[in-house]
C-alpha cells in the first residue's frame, strides 16, 4: 500500500519562508516521478514542483526563485523550501506520484499566508 504523508503547513506572514515534507511508503523510491500540488479555494489545482526520477526538477511560473524541491532517495522523502511567501501562495499542497499509472496524493498540508 503507497501512502504519503505530508507535514510542515501553517501559518506565515508575507515574506516568510515555510519547508514542507512529504514521507512516502513505497520500495525503489528513487524510480519514480515526484510532485507538489496546490489548491486554493475556487481554483483548480495546479502544479507546484517535480523533482524527477532523474532528479531534473520543473517549477510552475509563479514559484520559480522562491520554492525548491529536493528529495532524498535514502529516506523517501521530498521536501519543498518555500521561500518569500505571498498571500496567493495560500493553499492545501499535496504530495503526489504515479506508479504503474496510478496516482497517489497525500492527505494534503494547508499553507497560509498573510498580508
Known amino acids: 500500500q503507497v501512502q504519503l504523508v505530508e507535514s510542515g503547513g501553517g501559518l506565515v506572514q508575507a515574506g516568510g519562508s515555510l519547508r514542507l515534507s512529504c514521507a512516502v511508503s513505497?520500495?525503489?523510491?528513487?524510480?519514480?516521478?515526484m510532485a507538489w500540488y496546490r489548491q486554493a479555494p475556487g481554483k483548480q489545482r495546479e502544479l507546484v514542483a517535480r523533482?524527477?526520477?532523474?532528479?531534473?526538477?520543473e517549477y510552475g511560473d509563479s514559484v520559480k526563485g522562491r520554492f525548491t524541491i529536493s528529495r532524498n532517495n535514502a529516506k523517501n522523502t521530498v521536501d519543498l523550501q518555500m521561500n518569500s511567501l505571498k498571500p496567493e501562495d495560500t493553499a492545501v499542497y499535496y504530495c503526489?506520484?504515479?506508479?504503474?499509472?496510478?496516482?497517489?496524493w497525500g492527505q494534503g498540508t494547508q499553507v497560509t499566508v498573510s498580508s
Open positions: 503526489h506520484t504515479r506508479i504503474r499509472d496510478i496516482a497517489y
Open positions: 513505497v520500495n525503489t523510491f528513487s524510480a519514480y516521478d
Open positions: 523533482s524527477t526520477r532523474d532528479r531534473i526538477t
